[in-house]
């Protein structure tokens, strides 16, 4: 059984190589569902006071401030 911690698949770098247009064309993709899906994913990294959690944290108020609120 695959491990579901396991993200050695995902090529992260390859992200790099896209231009700003096809990378604004694979954000546009992104539901609204999706982005509050993420910022809660975020909010929960930077709370765990971890490595990652100042770039978490960055990146949630980033993403808050671009998205409508849930309510």
């Given at each position: 059984m695959?491990?579901?911690d396991d993200y050695g698949h995902i090529e992260i770098?390859?992200?790099h190589s896209l231009s700003q247009p096809q990378m604004?064309?694979?954000l546009a993709l992104l539901t609204l569902e999706?982005?509050?899906d993420v910022l809660h994913l975020l909010?929960?990294?930077a709370g765990e006071g971890g490595a990652?959690?100042?770039e978490a944290d960055r990146l949630a108020r980033e993403?808050?401030?671009r998205i409508?609120?849930?309510n």
């Amino acid at each position: 059984m695959d491990d579901p911690d396991d993200y050695g698949h995902i090529e992260i770098t390859a992200l790099h190589s896209l231009s700003q247009p096809q990378m604004g064309e694979r954000l546009a993709l992104l539901t609204l569902e999706e982005a509050h899906d993420v910022l809660h994913l975020l909010v929960g990294v930077a709370g765990e006071g971890g490595a990652l959690s100042q770039e978490a944290d960055r990146l949630a108020r980033e993403l808050a401030a671009r998205i409508p609120s849930e309510n």
